[in-house]
């Protein structure tokens, strides 16, 4: 892996959690019911200050404790600006499998910050990791997610119909993945 770029491309860095300043940005940012449902498991709503502190406190503790878990801030490099989270939530170590997360708060930067996280993910998760397997689960409504990562060597695995509900209405889940032999021959 020599020379390669773990956790920057050209406009965007993989950081760890700033405690201090980021659960304000990100309950700010679960204003929009969209990025709220990337951090809420039932009920979808914004979340305080504090609320989010909580989940940030879980996650690391997932982190440290588990060993199978990763999540990393996704920040604007030109200013250091929190946008959302790239997180590995579970990694089957005996079958090389993780199952990837990327939430960008602001819905029309999320093709630009796909486009360069996508690949630096696919990266870390076959070169450093060594995972043979990355799957990744996108509701329909997030429209710039599947050309990007069909253009990455994703394929659609399966569909769940109408499993999401947002917006007013259901809408479909696509499991997207991909095995590390068909990324290398891309």
Known sequence: MINEK???????????????????????YTLDLRYAKYWCDGFTRPLSKNEMKKRYEKIEKKVDESGSVMHFA????????????????????????????????????????????????????FLELNLFRVEMDVPAYEVAYPSILEKNGFQCDAINREVYYHDGRYWNGFTFGILKPEWKSI
């Open 74 to 125: 996704i920040r604007q490099k030109q200013d250091e600006k929190l946008i959302g989270y790239l997180r590995f939530e579970w990694v089957l170590w005996t079958n090389g499998v993780g199952w990837l997360k990327i939430a960008i708060a602001d819905e029309e930067q999320t093709e630009k910050v796909l486009e360069q996280l996508v690949p630096l993910a696919l990266n870390y998760s």
């Open 6 to 28: 773990l956790f920057e491309t050209e406009d965007y860095l993989l950081t760890e959690i700033d405690f201090e300043k980021d659960p304000e940005v990100d309950a700010r």
